[in-house]
């Protein structure tokens, strides 16, 4: 029986595990899936845990419940390091596993360390743990006697950076005095222009104020014993001024940097520490080693470099199982991967998306938001899950309705 590992179980990983438990094997092989937390995260929904447009268990569903231990064996643990001369993967726990088939799919994590403060005061915002952990610094925050207003600065105006100052900004409401810092000289930087356009808009029409070419020098405590009385250092580009302001939190969405068990890998790697894979998403001199995802530096069949996006990772699976069957069976040839750009999308506010797809389509407002929504569901892992959330979705305001105020 054949030994298959994966490791990750995200975007690239657990839907990987689930179209291998679909292949025609003549042997049911012996499929493992290795994560460090308990719960597959759909990171494009996380801002919704912030606004209480979802629920924990919607966005972050325990593998258990997704994986039927028959097909799919889920082990919780955190990988420290990986030998694939000797076929073999070491947990943290001291638990080994050898397998014949490898799956690396490990993601990537937020650096931290590149100013001064930023892993002492700043929020990351990845995980389950960084969503819940700024939910509850804000609640916090709400909490504050007399009301003031809550001063927020989030460094990085990429995807996440906007899509967090427009959900922030409407939770807050009038409260909320949101800064969006870029080192650039705009927003969005490789988005479509009419994205760009829509989130120029939710931005400005919620007050975020937006600092291009500035750059965050360093986070401060005021008062050591307060961690959200802070002072964030800046310097603007253009005039070379300084600045230092007063700031209740930081949040930081800056950059993606590969995990200390990638970088120990002894693999072929791209500058930025991605892992180089052919095509068929093999890893160079092992043939039944896998890298998808975030961690690894894809050109597809037809020259195109892959960007680092959950969209890429889920069409990604599909061709690392099969390609991982065909190289464990030998019974059909593997395939290239080719990469079909389906359009991006953007949440900019509670209720509010714009969507933007092929051919200069675009949606915008409730409509790209109901647009996103279903898009988002259809990808869900299984359909019990999706039925789930779907049938959430629908009856939730219906019972919130009836709920007294
Ligand atoms: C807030 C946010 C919003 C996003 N929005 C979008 C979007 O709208 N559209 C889009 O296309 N992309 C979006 N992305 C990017 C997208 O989520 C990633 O590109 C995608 O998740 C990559 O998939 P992956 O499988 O490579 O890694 P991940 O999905 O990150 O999964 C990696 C898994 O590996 C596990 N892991 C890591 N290290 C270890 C270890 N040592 N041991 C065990 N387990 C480990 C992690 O727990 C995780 O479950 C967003 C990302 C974030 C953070």
């Known amino acids: 029986?054949?030994?298959?590992?994966?490791?990750?179980?995200?975007?690239?990983?657990?839907?990987?595990?689930?179209?291998?438990?679909?292949?025609?094997?003549?042997?049911?092989?012996?499929?493992?899936?290795?994560?460090?937390?308990?719960?597959?995260?759909?990171?494009?929904?996380?801002?919704?845990?912030?606004?209480?447009?979802?629920?924990?268990?919607?966005?972050?569903?325990?593998?258990?419940?997704?994986?039927?231990?028959?097909?799919?064996?889920?082990?919780?643990?955190?990988?420290?390091?990986?030998?694939?001369?000797?076929?073999?993967?070491?947990?943290?726990?001291?638990?080994?596993?050898?397998?014949?088939?490898?799956?690396?799919?490990?993601?990537?994590?937020?650096?931290?360390?590149r100013v001064p403060g930023a892993a002492e005061y700043a929020f990351p915002f990845r995980t389950l743990a960084d969503a819940q952990r700024l939910r509850t610094h804000l609640k916090h925050l709400e909490a504050r006697e007399p009301a003031q207003p809550i001063r927020l600065a989030?460094?990085?105006?990429?995807?996440?950076?906007?899509?967090?100052?427009?959900?922030?900004?409407?939770?807050?409401?009038?409260?909320?005095?949101?800064?969006?810092?870029?080192?650039?000289?705009?927003?969005?930087?490789?988005?479509?222009?009419?994205?760009?356009?829509?989130?120029?808009?939710?931005?400005?029409?919620?007050?975020?104020?937006?600092?291009?070419?500035?750059?965050?020098?360093?986070?401060?405590?005021?008062?050591?014993?307060?961690?959200?009385?802070?002072?964030?250092?800046?310097?603007?580009?253009?005039?070379?001024?300084?600045?230092?302001?007063?700031?209740?939190?930081?949040?930081?969405?800056?950059?993606?940097?590969?995990?200390?068990?990638?970088?120990?890998?002894?693999?072929?790697?791209?500058?930025q520490g991605r892992l180089q894979v052919f095509p068929t998403l093999q890893i160079p001199s092992f043939p039944t080693v896998f890298a998808l995802g975030d961690v690894a530096a894809v050109v597809d069949a037809d020259g195109q470099s892959v960007p680092a996006t959950a969209q890429a990772a889920f069409q990604q699976a599909s061709y690392c199982a099969w390609n991982l069957w065909a190289a464990l069976t030998q019974e059909r040839p593997l395939l290239p991967f080719r990469y079909w750009s389906l359009g991006e999308m953007l949440s900019l506010g509670v209720d509010t998306a714009v969507l933007s797809a092929l051919g200069g389509f675009t949606l915008t407002g409730p409509l790209g938001y109901l647009a996103r929504r279903a898009a988002y569901l259809v990808r869900m892992p299984t359909l019990e899950h999706q039925l789930k959330v779907g049938w959430n979705w629908i009856s939730r305001p219906l019972w919130e309705g009836l709920l007294p105020r």
């Open 154 to 271: 989030i460094a990085g105006a990429g995807a996440s950076g906007v899509e967090l100052a427009c959900k922030l900004a409407d939770r807050l409401g009038s409260r909320g005095q949101i800064r969006l810092i870029e080192l650039g000289s705009h927003i969005l930087s490789g988005f479509a222009e009419s994205s760009r356009g829509a989130a120029q808009q939710a931005l400005q029409e919620r007050g975020i104020q937006v600092e291009l070419r500035t750059q965050v020098l360093r986070i401060e405590a005021v008062d050591e014993k307060r961690k959200n009385d802070l002072a964030l250092h800046v310097r603007r580009i253009d005039s070379e001024a300084m600045a230092s302001d007063p700031v209740d939190a930081v949040l930081w969405t800056v950059g993606t940097q590969m995990s200390g068990v990638i970088r120990a890998l002894d693999l072929p790697k791209t500058e």
């Open 1 to 113: 029986m054949s030994r298959i590992c994966i490791l990750g179980g995200g975007f690239g990983g657990l839907y990987t595990a689930l179209e291998l438990s679909r292949q025609p094997w003549p042997e049911p092989p012996q499929i493992t899936l290795v994560d460090r937390q308990e719960r597959f995260v759909f990171a494009p929904l996380l801002y919704e845990l912030l606004t209480g447009e979802m629920e924990d268990w919607e966005v972050a569903p325990r593998f258990q419940n997704l994986l039927s231990p028959e097909s799919v064996q889920f082990v919780q643990g955190s990988v420290t390091a990986i030998d694939p001369k000797a076929r073999r993967v070491t947990l943290g726990e001291g638990q080994s596993l050898d397998y014949d088939g490898l799956v690396l799919a490990l993601g990537g994590e937020t650096p931290l360390d």
